[in-house]
């Protein structure tokens, strides 16, 4: 398996665009994560998945941000419109059910926003 | 509310020492932790789980302790090498799913 695997890697852009992270986790995972992180703040949980519904959003931090999870094999984290302090690594994360054997971490999206 | 707390300073320590780092968390009974690796610019590698009726886990170097009554685990690399350089993350959890972070040790291990 390819690991979860995100895009894009690397985004900058203009305050007040959107932007779309893409997320796809491992086949057969039933859980799906999103997480962001800054220096300041660490690593928060925004919002997490279980069998493509979401479950927890209570990190989301604004109605600016929303998330979906169309099938199993896909996400996306949408921020409508960007501002400069979005700026920050977002990651995306997927587990089995059980969660024995930890959470995969996909390489993150580094996201400016000027 | 809900509260983890790991070594906010890093740990410097000589190559072929022991590492031991802290993670206590309150407001909290989790049913297992999770520890994990991040190195620069990469995300979080899972590398050991414990459950709260286990008293402590092993794997290779690593060795995880997990004491509920102190609301602590430690994690310790034995034996440790340069390469064991990164920023180790602890995770107490519960059985919704719902993975809340540390802030990170850095620990740097010099020749």
């Known amino acids: 398996d390819a690991g979860v695997i995100q895009s894009p890697r690397h985004e900058v852009t203009e305050m007040g665009q959107e932007v779309t992270l893409r997320c796809k986790p491992i086949?057969?995972?039933?859980?799906l994560f999103w997480y962001r992180q800054t220096m300041m703040r660490g690593l928060e949980l925004l919002i997490y998945?279980?069998?493509?519904?979401?479950?927890?959003d209570s990190g989301m931090p604004e109605d600016r941000f929303s998330a979906k999870m169309p099938n199993a094999s896909f996400s996306t984290l949408k921020i409508q419109p960007s501002e400069p302090r979005d700026s920050a690594v977002y990651f995306c994360?997927?587990?089995?059910?059980?969660?024995?054997?930890?959470?995969?971490f996909g390489s993150g999206t580094r996201l400016t926003v000027v | 509310s809900q509260k983890i707390e790991q070594n906010s300073e890093a740990l410097n320590i000589q190559e072929g020492k022991t590492a031991t780092l802290t993670c206590n968390y309150t407001n909290y009974s989790p049913a297992y932790l999770q520890w994990y690796r991040q190195d620069p610019g990469r995300g979080p590698v899972f590398l050991l789980l414990?459950?709260?009726?286990?008293k402590e886990k092993r794997k290779e170097r690593l060795k995880v302790t997990f004491d509920t009554t102190l609301k602590q685990s430690l994690f310790h690399i034995t034996a440790s090498q340069p390469a064991d350089s990164a920023t180790y993350l602890c995770a107490p959890s519960g059985n919704t799913g719902k993975l809340i972070f540390g802030q990170g040790t850095t620990l740097q291990v010099k020749p």
């Open positions: 998945f279980n069998n493509n519904v979401p479950i927890d």
């Open positions: 086949s057969g995972h039933d859980y």
């Open positions: 414990i459950r709260e009726n286990e």
């Open positions: 994360a997927s587990s089995l059910a059980d969660r024995l054997y930890g959470y995969t």
